[in-house]
């Protein structure tokens, strides 16, 4: 049973910020026996009931916006607008769910010889989400209210950078009006997350990280016969075809690589080029990154900020000169500056061809792999050849060939047609292949941990 703290960096001063005990396996326990008491109530609420609940958290997330925005960057380096947009995303997650989670999962009456039969969605028990720290609010948000929607308890182990805003987001639902206890935050460590995992109050888990994360999670979830929502990151593939507007592509293709540092699991980060616009891609993309401006995540003027850590900005400069070494050309970046602050600059790795971690590996910060294809179908190819299967892009004037390509050849779980973008509250979030699987967001994502369950009256 480790006494050991965990503590908050901020990533902009590399001063610490606070220092957190962690739970002794009594006092986690605990936690779990109040999600689960709670639990026993917030079922018999009516949806109607929830969803008024729901509703009221979204309100105070716009209320606390400054707070927590101001909160998540001290502790992450994000961008402050961009922490100001989360916490919009969130609040509107909430109206969604409160929208139309009554009807999604209300009883749904079948047809059935000789009787009636009626099709439930009735809520499990406590889910359990082990959470990233790229997104503080967001990842949290995403499945835990949807989990609550759906009348389960919920449980939170955040990453130990955003340890305050697991914390802040557990109070304010609380003032928001849900029962105390419902949503528990767990400050534990890995060995301790297992017997998590391990209680038979647990009855679902979702966890946002690695590959090499969920599937030791999911081993152990298999080993209890408990559900799972895993989803794992990306090397996200965005195609620039013959016909592509190239200077859309450029200007989006900067945004969707740098968006939140480039610390973003559905991040756009391999630039997959015909060879017809390949040269002028290279030139125009390595023109915008070598102007964009380091700083301070709270200036407005500032369009990147510092990393999450140092061990992870060190891991992407790895990254990065291993593909150099391999044979990956340098056009912008690849330096670590001076000065203070985990900060890593815009770079920009052309050539980039397999066998080098630019093109096999996810990337997880501000450095883009430009990857040249012979024609269209090259393209499509070479973007299906990643053990990861996230989302992607595709920029094409012809509209119709584009979602064809979407719809039956691009092998990812969303796709972007001539935009970039993150996630939306009605449109449903997930992989395939090392991904992850499994959705959040939309209706789909709202019966993910509900037992599904059958009555026939005779």
């Known amino acids: ?26 006092d986690a326990m605990a936690v779990v026996e109040a999600s689960h008491t709670a639990f026993l109530d917030w079922r018999m609420k009516s949806l109607a009931d929830r969803a008024k609940v729901i ?30 947009d989360e916490v919009d995303l969130c609040a509107a997650i909430c109206d969604y769910t409160a929208k139309i989670g009554p009807d999604a999962l209300a009883d749904d ?35 835990s209210i949807a989990s609550l ?63 090499k994360a969920g599937r030791a999670v999911a081993a152990k979830a298999a080993e209890l016969v408990k559900k799972t929502v895993l989803e794992l990151g990306s090397n996200d ?31 756009a980060k391999r630039f997959i080029v015909t060879e017809k616009n390949y040269d002028a891609f290279v030139t125009a993309y390595a023109e915008k990154f070598g102007a964009i401006r380091m700083g301070d995540p709270s200036d407005d003027t500032t369009q990147l ?44 790795l052309a050539d980039v061809e397999p066998g080098q971690p630019a093109y096999d590996d996810e990337m997880f910060g501000p450095a883009a792999s430009i990857i040249r294809a012979k024609d269209d179908e090259d393209a499509m190819r070479i973007a299906n050849d990643s053990r990861y299967g996230l989302g992607g892009g595709i920029f094409s004037k012809d509209i119709e060939k ?8 691009f092998d990812t779980g969303m796709v972007f047609i001539n935009s970039f973008d993150v996630a939306y509250p009605t449109m449903p979030f997930g992989g395939v292949k090392t991904s992850g699987y499994g959705r959040e967001h939309g209706p789909e994502g709202l019966k993910e941990f509900v037992n599904i369950k059958s009555i026939r009256i005779g």
């Not at 928001?176 to 419902?182: H, I, M, S, V």
């Not at 584009?402 to 050849?409: F, H, V």
């Open 55 to 84: 509703a009221a958290i979204g309100e105070e997330l716009r209320n606390s916006k400054e707070e927590f925005a101001k909160l998540m960057t001290d502790e992450v380096g994000k961008l402050l607008k961009d922490s100001r």
């Open 237 to 267: 593939a965005y195609l620039v075809l013959d016909d592509a507007d190239l200077e859309l592509a450029v200007e989006t293709c900067v945004q969707g690589r740098l968006y939140n540092n480039g610390q973003t699991c559905v991040n």
């Open 305 to 348: 900020g510092p990393m999450v850590t140092k061990k992870q900005r060190d891991e992407l400069h790895k990254q990065v000169e291993d593909s150099i070494g391999k044979g990956a050309r340098l056009v912008v970046g690849g330096e670590i500056p001076a000065n203070t602050g985990w900060f890593y600059p815009a770079t920009v």
């Open 402 to 409: 584009a979602r064809k390509l979407a719809a039956t050849w």
């Open 149 to 211: 929607m759906a009348g389960n308890g919920v449980l939170l182990k955040h990453a130990e950078a955003c340890t305050g805003s697991g914390l802040f987001l557990r109070d304010l639902y609380e003032r928001a009006g849900l029962p105390k206890g419902l949503f528990g935050v767990l400050l534990i460590s890995h060995d301790q997350s297992n017997k998590i995992i391990e209680d038979e109050r647990v009855r679902g888990v979702t966890l946002t990280g690695s590959d």
């Open 109 to 143: 009456e079948r047809d059935v010889a000789n009787g009636k039969g009626y099709v439930t969605h009735s809520p499990i028990g406590v889910v359990y989400g082990i959470q990233p720290w790229n997104f503080p609010a967001y990842q949290a948000v995403r499945y």
């Open 1 to 26: 049973m480790s006494q050991s703290s965990l503590q908050t960096i901020n990533p902009l001063t590399e001063e610490k910020i606070k220092f957190y005990p962690h739970m002794s396996d009594a």
